[in-house]
């Protein structure tokens, strides 16, 4: 079985940063595209960022700038780098990752972590 172990979220002043870290643990034998998806009070959930298995990388024109996705595969995690945080990125953060169903790899599993709250404010 393959789950996501989210870390990293918090309370922070607005300006400030955090570090949102995504490991995917289990059974598999790729990660494909890893994302992370964000939701607010009384808000859909959106995608905020991307990242394929070959490093191409997708933001949210309200993050640009600020935020940045990575990966380190040999430790089988992504993160979120957020940066001049504002009180509108308040939210549970949530990652999603596409993983090839082992051991054949012939669909792709749709796998969440159970989210993590980022919380902006002074």
């Known amino acids: 079985q393959v789950q996501l172990v989210e870390s990293g979220g918090g309370l922070v002043q607005p300006g400030g940063s955090l570090r949102l870290s995504c490991v995917v643990t289990g059974t598999f034998f790729a990660i494909n595209t890893v994302a992370w998806y964000r939701q607010a009070n009384g808000k859909r959930r959106e995608l905020v960022a991307s990242?394929?298995?070959?490093?191409?990388?997708d933001l949210v024109d309200s993050v640009k700038g600020r935020f940045a996705i990575s990966r380190d595969d040999a430790k089988n995690a992504v993160y979120l780098q957020m940066e001049s945080l504002k009180p509108e990125d308040t939210a549970i953060y949530y990652c999603?990752?596409?993983?090839?169903?082992?051991?054949?790899?012939?669909?792709?599993?749709?796998?969440w972590g159970q989210g993590t709250q980022v919380t902006v404010s002074s």
């Open positions: 990242i394929t298995s070959d490093g191409d990388t």
């Open positions: 999603n990752a596409r993983v090839p169903e082992p051991p054949h790899g012939n669909y792709e599993l749709d796998v």
